[in-house]
């Protein structure tokens, strides 16, 4: 079981960076129109100002609106997927020096613990306090200025990475609960003890 449940995991990390690598690419090419347009657009507006000439009226008079409002919704669904995503790999910052002075079962039940606070936490905020988010953004119809999208799509990001950290946490759980305390581990803290 915990083969198939390490395999699961690989797969939904990596189905977390694919869909990282391409929300963070249309982030860079959103954010680089924006700067390409707001400086075609000042040169534009100085030549005008300087000859009178408009060889290219064609050309944006000002940064594209939406660039700045996608490149923000994209950092938002980057960062919680981000998050969702080094959760799965365990790259999330620890402190792990009280843990460590205590004996090896103390550790595993501190473990434990801290995989159900967490889990706690992603069920009631990200899971269930994302989707009232979603669920009243869009009851109300709150719409974007610039895209003119729904804001409950764009806050389903609480949801999904919730939904992801969940399962992280699940499968932590279970590798920390069926993890069996090393005879290594209790010389090791005798040793520390001493």
């Keep these: 079981m915990q083969k ?8 939904m990390v990596n189905l977390l960076n694919a869909i990282l690598i391409f929300v963070m690419l249309a982030l860079v090419c959103s954010v680089t129109w924006g700067v390409i347009t707001r400086s075609v657009a000042n040169f534009c507006v100085r030549l005008n100002e300087w000859t009178g000439w408009q060889p290219w009226a064609w050309l944006p008079t000002g940064q594209a609106t939406w660039t700045q409002e996608l490149a923000c919704f994209m950092l ?17 910052l620890g402190v792990d020096y009280f843990a460590e002075k205590l ?3 103390g550790r595993k039940l501190m473990a434990v613990f801290s995989h159900l606070v967490v889990l706690f936490f992603a069920l009631a905020i990200f899971v269930w306090g994302g989707w009232n988010v979603v669920s009243d953004s869009l009851s109300m119809e709150l719409m974007t200025p610039a895209l003119g999208w729904k804001m409950g799509h764009v806050y389903i990001a609480l949801p999904v990475a919730g939904f992801f950290m969940v399962l992280f946490t699940i499968e932590n759980l279970l590798e920390s609960l069926g993890a069996s305390v090393n005879e290594n581990d209790e010389t090791e803290f005798e040793g520390k003890a001493k």
């Excluded at 198939?4 to 797969?11: A, D, I, V």
């Design 4 to 11: 198939g449940l390490l395999r699961f995991n690989k797969w």
């Design 76 to 92: 938002i669904w980057v960062t919680l997927l981000g998050g969702a995503a080094a959760f799965g790999t365990k790259a999330h």
């Design 103 to 105: 004996h090896p079962e």
